[in-house]
């Protein structure tokens, strides 16, 4: 007769079996029960990334979507500074010169030092028509990078449409050359 087929060994068995199904079920009921959820999440990096491709693709939107989700993640001052620029440009493609100010302005505060913010700042000034406050956007652009081919072709953009009959000659660049 072995251990298990004793009358006392069974009673034994029964009452752990019962101890050990008890706490089962008491740690079934107590600990919560979750799935697991994965999620991708872009570095911000990426996210800047792809806003800038969205750009460069011509669709602000997307463009703007990947900038507010990377405004809402953990960035430094540069990144920070540069979705913000990113969204000035995505909204200058809509001709939105009001909300591209404000975003122009941002990135400005939180990096002084950056030529194409002041570009870019130049190009709202540009495109509602006030050469002067463009030209001056443009020259602190070129104080910073006197070597930005993109701030020297919108200087002569600007003199250009000063120059031409109403001040407003049809000269365009796509996105890409002109704010990024």
Same mark, same amino acid.
């Given at each position: +007769? &072995?251990?298990?087929? #004793?009358?006392? &060994?069974? !009673?034994?068995? #029964? ?8 706490? +089962? %079920?008491?740690?079934?009921? &107590? +600990?919560? %029960?979750?799935?697991? $959820?994965?999620? %991708? $999440? ?6 800047? !990334? ?15 979507? @990947? @900038?507010? !989700?990377? =405004?809402? #993640?953990?960035?430094?001052? *540069?990144?920070? #500074?540069?979705?913000?620029?990113? +969204?000035? $440009? &995505? ?14 302005? *941002?990135?400005? *505060? =939180? ?26 956007? @443009? ?18 953009? %600007?003199?250009? *449409? ?11 660049? !796509?996105?890409?050359?002109? @704010?990024?």
């Amino acid at each position: +007769m &072995s251990i298990f087929e #004793s009358p006392i &060994s069974r !009673t034994r068995l #029964s009452r752990v079996s019962g101890v050990l199904a008890a706490a +089962m %079920v008491w740690a079934g009921l &107590s +600990m919560p %029960v979750s799935a697991h $959820v994965i999620d %991708v $999440v872009l570095a911000p990096s990426s996210l800047l !990334t792809k806003g800038n491709e969205a750009v460069t693709l011509g669709n602000s939107e997307s463009a703007r979507d @990947y @900038y507010r !989700t990377a =405004l809402r #993640s953990n960035l430094n001052d *540069r990144q920070r #500074s540069l979705a913000h620029n990113g +969204m000035c $440009v &995505s909204f200058i493609m809509e001709e939105r010169w009001s909300e591209a100010m404000v975003e122009c302005d *941002r990135a400005i *505060r =939180l990096r002084p030092n950056n030529w194409r913010f002041y570009n870019n700042r130049g190009n709202i000034f540009l495109e509602q028509g006030d050469f002067a406050k463009a030209r001056a956007e @443009y020259e602190r652009g070129l104080d910073i990078a006197p070597e930005a081919e993109i701030i020297v072709r919108n200087m002569l953009i %600007v003199e250009l *449409r000063e120059n031409a009959k109403g001040g407003n000659a049809d000269v365009r660049l !796509t996105p890409a050359q002109r @704010y990024l």
